[in-house]
């Protein structure tokens, strides 16, 4: 598994550590965990924003 280094306030980092600490989960499971949330989030909205594109197009061109 590939290593990524990140920066982040310390104060984010602790609150990071909090929640994983309260989910019995590392710190990388859960940056991943979040990370796979935000993908999906961002494929979902992207889908959504090409569907709305098609649409437009499609009503310009009928």
């Known amino acids: 598994m ?4 990140i920066s982040m ?28 949330v935000y993908i999906k989030r961002n494929k979902i909205s992207n889908n959504a924003k090409a569907a709305e594109n098609a649409k437009m197009l499609t009503e310009l061109l009928g």
């Open 9 to 36: 306030s310390n104060d984010f980092l602790t609150r990071v550590d909090s929640i994983a600490t309260s989910e019995q989960r590392t710190r990388s499971e859960l940056i991943r965990e979040a990370l796979r």
């Open 2 to 5: 590939a290593r990524v280094l």
